[in-house]
């Protein structure tokens, strides 16, 4: 089915793409993940703890710490990352491609008070593949900007079920999240935001 597009700075922001079923049925999948590979919080190379919680699943997980940023084959405490569930896969499907599937798919995990900075998605080694990130549960404030950092910037509110494709102009701009709406959604019991985003790596 076609859906309604928007297209911010290159950004394309599917609102509404995943009905509440399917909302739901994520949310299982990634309950999954968190117990295969539990929720943790990386450190930036300069040692600052992020607000953010994350763990992956598929091929590679994106990992921090004092060593800098990479993708890693396994999680911080040495297991390996689970597989990227079907439910997961059908939006890139769908989107991206059906012949290729993404090495990774990122979970994080925004409670009361987490914010990402403005950054760029530079840490795969093959930017004609578009990132597709997932919002589930709590609205977030989504900040577009340019390749380099400053200039004018735009922003929207990411609900639950929106999907963003970064791919093309603006694969390398940069974007971050500003602020939760706590509580916004009924989705998670504990409130909270949870971003999926799917990536070639490799
Ligand atoms: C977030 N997302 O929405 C953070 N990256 O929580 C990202 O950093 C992001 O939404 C690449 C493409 C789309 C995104
Ligand atoms: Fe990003």
Redesign the pocket.
């Known amino acids: 089915m076609k859906k309604a597009k928007v297209n911010i700075k290159g950004f394309e922001i599917y609102k509404g793409y995943l009905d509440s079923n399917s909302q739901v049925e994520l949310l299982a999948a990634i309950r999954g993940i968190a117990k295969a590979a539990p929720l943790f919080s990386p450190v930036t190379p300069s040692g600052k703890k992020m607000s953010v919680q994350m763990t992956s699943s598929g091929q590679y997980g994106w990992v921090s710490d004092r060593n800098g940023y990479r993708y890693s084959p396994c999680h911080p405490n040495g297991v390996q990352w689970p597989p990227i569930p079907k439910v997961l896969l059908q939006p890139w499907k769908e989107l991206i491609s059906a012949e290729r599937e993404p090495d990774t798919c990122l979970i994080?995990y925004?409670g009361l008070a987490t914010k990402?900075g403005m950054?760029q998605?530079k840490d795969e080694k093959d930017f004609t593949w578009p990132?597709l990130?997932i919002?589930l549960g709590d609205s977030?404030l989504?900040r577009m900007g340019n390749e380099n950092r400053g200039g004018s910037t735009q922003s929207i509110w990411?609900d639950s079920g929106d999907l963003?494709v970064?791919g093309g102009e603006a694969r390398l701009k940069f974007?971050?999240?500003d602020r939760i709406r706590f509580q916004s959604s009924q989705l998670l019991k504990n409130a909270g935001?949870i971003?999926l985003?799917m990536r070639v790596v490799k």
């Open positions: 994080n925004y990402m950054h998605d990132v990130s919002s977030g989504f990411l963003v970064m974007h971050g999240i935001r971003n985003t």
